[in-house]
């Protein structure tokens, strides 16, 4: 395999899609030795079919706001690969989503979602919609305008998509509300669903606890107890609040959220009611996290800010893409830092994954970490598609054991000579070889 080729092929063919071209070279770069140990990969083309998306949809959103105007949007599903199962990732609605956006996100979806041991296979969407400041109404009738293109292409064995940034319980809710309503059926097709209707308990959870479980797996592997440690988060949605909630319930103390507009540090550490706040801050619909320090005056807020700053023990970017770099990477090092894991999807730049690797630093990558979420949402189709919902023990108990096997899987092809476990290599190996077997037994197709 020639990486530079397949990249720059690549490049010639979608120009500027920087983020999807840095998730195939994280993969690429990681696979290499496995794929030239096995000529059948080579022969069947598996790399240059699998950067290819099976297909996009692009569409037309257009909408009326509370004031009457019209407002156009753009909407998209990448179905990205189905060799495991029905395409299956979440839709994120957020200013700054682009087709490289998408791309990048079901080309990872797919390898998580290999690594969850469950039938999906990885698809992505979303808009360039924001919601920030929108009304409920302007939020319903957005959803049911984007519902009303896309409804033909999903199905509960087709594609099933969820949440993700921007997208909650809320507008799941008006997503599959409208697609009742055109499909005439009732079968689940979504997952993050309110739980009177269809959804799964712990789902709201399971991004953050699963991540935590992962964590405490890695600190595990090296005998480091998770009691007693600082941990930086950023972010203050669903994801970090889940971390935080599990964090702290593991006996560490987490003293960093953040948002778009800075951080919070709060030595006291984010707990008890404080995390429950963190939910009201969210419903606010403003996407600021300043008004925490005016809340809870033992805290201070950083303006314009990002957490890696602060001395931690563990670092978990749990907000956004490339949203911590190699000067944070630098910083967070030479403040002692023991481990750093990205919730969110690549939540580290290349230079800071790459620099992380070099110092051995104990790291996880994303679509391992992160995997509890769409994990849960598998067992939510599991749930439908029985007719049955499971109690928060029973989902809980089937999060914690597929973080483990995640974690096992990793450990497997991620271990280098001198011992240190590089889990971006075990987790892009480990989620390779299952779409590769399952494309060459499938045929070309
Ligand atoms: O990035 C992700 O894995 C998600 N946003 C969740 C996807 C899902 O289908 O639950």
């Given amino acids: ?196 209707y269809g959804g799964s308990l712990v789902r709201p959870e399971a991004t953050g606890f699963g991540a935590l479980y992962f964590v405490n797996e890695m600190l595990k592997a090296k005998n480091i107890d998770f009691n007693g440690k600082t941990v930086a988060i950023s972010g203050f949605g669903n994801v970090a609040w889940g971390a935080v909630k599990k964090a702290t319930e593991l006996g560490a103390k987490v003293i960093t959220i953040s948002g778009p507009d800075g951080y919070i540090f709060d030595p006291e550490g984010v707990s008890g009611e404080k995390i429950e706040y963190m939910l009201e801050l969210r419903n606010s619909g403003d996407d600021i996290v300043a008004p925490y320090a005016e809340k809870y005056p033992n805290s201070t807020f950083y303006p314009g800010k990002k957490p890696w700053e602060q001395k931690v023990d563990i670092a978990l970017p749990c907000a956004i893409q490339n949203e911590l770099n190699l000067q944070d990477a630098e910083a967070l090092l030479a403040n002692g830092v023991t481990c750093v894991a990205e919730v969110s999807n690549m939540g580290c730049t290349a230079e800071a994954v790459d620099f992380f690797i070099e110092k051995k630093v104990l790291f996880a990558p994303g679509k391992a970490v992160n995997a509890g979420g769409v994990a849960t949402s598998g067992l939510e189709m599991s749930q439908n598609a029985m007719h049955i919902q499971w109690t928060a023990e029973e989902v809980d108990q089937k999060l914690h054991q597929i973080m483990k096997n995640i974690h096992t899987q990793s450990l497997k092809y991620g271990k280098d000579n001198d011992g240190y476990i590089n889990y971006v290599k075990g987790a892009n190996v480990a989620g390779f070889m299952k779409v590769a077997r399952a494309m060459i037994a499938q045929g070309v197709v």
């Fill in 1 to 196: 395999m020639n990486i530079n080729n397949i990249l720059s092929a690549l490049e010639a063919k979608h120009p500027g899609e920087n983020e999807f071209l840095q998730a195939v070279k994280e993969v690429l770069v990681s696979i290499e030795d496995v794929y030239n140990q096995h000529p059948e990969f080579e022969k069947n083309r598996i790399i240059e079919r699998l950067v290819e998306p099976d297909r996009i949809f692009t569409f037309r959103v257009a909408w009326v706001d509370d004031k009457g105007d019209i407002q156009v949007n753009l909407g998209y599903r990448v179905q990205f690969n189905n060799a495991i199962g029905p395409y299956k990732g979440g839709l994120r609605f957020h200013a700054s989503v682009n087709l490289s956006t998408l791309k990048f996100l079901g080309f990872e979806q797919t390898f998580k979602n290999a690594l969850t041991t469950l039938p999906m296979g990885g698809g992505k969407g979303g808009s360039d919609f924001s919601p920030r400041g929108k009304s409920n109404a302007e939020i319903m009738r957005f959803c049911q305008a984007f519902m009303l293109e896309l409804w033909r292409n999903i199905g509960p064995d087709t594609d099933v998509p969820a949440g993700d940034i921007g997208v909650g319980t809320r507008e799941i809710g008006y997503l599959y509300g409208m697609y009742k309503k055109l499909a005439r059926e009732n079968t689940g097709t979504f997952t993050g669903k309110g739980l009177e």
